[in-house]
Nanobody, 127 residues
Framework: QVQLVESGGGLVQAGGSLRLSCAAS????????MGWFRQAPGKEREFVAA???????????SYADSVKGRFTISRDNAKNAVYLQMNSLKPEDTALYYC?????????????????WGQGTQVTVSS
């Protein structure tokens, strides 16, 4: 069983930055694709970014169009951690951000393909 714990959320002004972290348990973490999703009040959960597992030789990262060029996903397999660096934040980025992991190494923007989910960390961007 894999447990995911997010941290790093908070309140920031528009144009500011935040770095989200996701700590994962499990010996096979390095081969899991990992993703970040978000859900704003009254809206469906949406894909933000994903990063492939170490054995995948295809595209390593993918991003939603709305965050491309502003957000960067990365991972440190030695620390069993995934990060989401968020720059140039906008009020529309306000949401509960979830870390997710899937047992297969290719990244995906399809939420049902993920096997493990964290509890979420709140990001609020004020205008």
């Amino acid at each position: 069983q894999v447990q995911l714990v997010e941290s790093g959320g908070g309140l920031v002004q528009a144009g500011g930055s935040l770095r989200l972290s996701c700590a994962a348990s499990g010996r096979t973490f390095s081969n899991y694709a990992m993703g970040w999703f978000r859900q704003a009040p009254g809206k469906e959960r949406e894909f933000v970014a994903a990063i492939a597992g170490s054995s995948w030789r295809g595209d390593n990262t993918s991003y939603a169009d709305s965050v491309k060029g502003r957000f960067t996903i990365s991972r440190d397999n030695a620390k069993n951690a995934v990060y989401l660096q968020m720059n140039s934040l906008k009020p529309e980025d306000t949401a509960l951000y979830y870390c997710a992991g899937k047992r297969t190494p290719w990244n995906s923007d399809y939420a049902p393909s993920y096997d493990y989910w964290g509890q979420g960390t709140q990001v609020t961007v004020s205008s």
